[in-house]
């Protein structure tokens, strides 16, 4: 069994050849595969600069509400919550509540007693229209 020279040199070739198209096929995989995973790399890397990016814009957002908020609560305090003016300004609205309760009662009591003089006076009245009206009821 003799192998020839032509057909040692084909097949020789034919391996080779192989081997180039193998070679040549690994190295374009390869490279996809490299830009495949710079790409991914690349949009990691964009996506967590988005991230990063809008934590500091919500740390410095939650900063800055915190810092108008303790603003507005020291306002409030520094206007309205001065525990003598609050003490002062209770003790005035219940002296103030105690006075209108009274002058209430004084109103009331004067105003039953205006009422009940005002009917006294109309059954005193009555009472003489009646007596009058009998009056000349007997004289007839």
Do not use: C, P
């Not at 081997?19 to 949009?43: C, H, P, S, W, Y």
């Not at 996506?47 to 900063?63: F, G, L, T």
């Not at 507005?72 to 103030?96: C, F, G, P, T």
């Amino acid at each position: 069994m003799l192998v020839n020279a032509e057909s040692l040199a084909s097949f020789a070739g034919y391996i080779g050849s192989l081997f180039v198209f193998g070679f040549t096929i690994v190295r374009v995989l390869d490279k996809k595969a490299g830009d495949r995973q710079n790409r991914m790399e690349r949009r990691h890397q964009e996506e967590m600069n988005a991230i990063r990016q809008d934590i500091v814009d919500k740390h410095y957002h939650s900063n800055s509400e915190m810092k108008n908020l303790h603003a507005r609560v020291n306002d409030v305090k520094e206007k309205y919550v001065r525990q003598e003016v609050h003490d002062r300004d209770i003790a005035l609205m219940r002296s103030s509540l105690t006075e209108f309760r009274s002058e209430i009662k004084r109103d009331l009591t004067t105003g039953i007693a205006t009422f009940n003089e005002g009917l006294s006076a109309m059954r005193k009245d009555f009472t003489e229209h009646l007596m009058k009206l009998s009056e000349r009821n007997n004289s007839n």
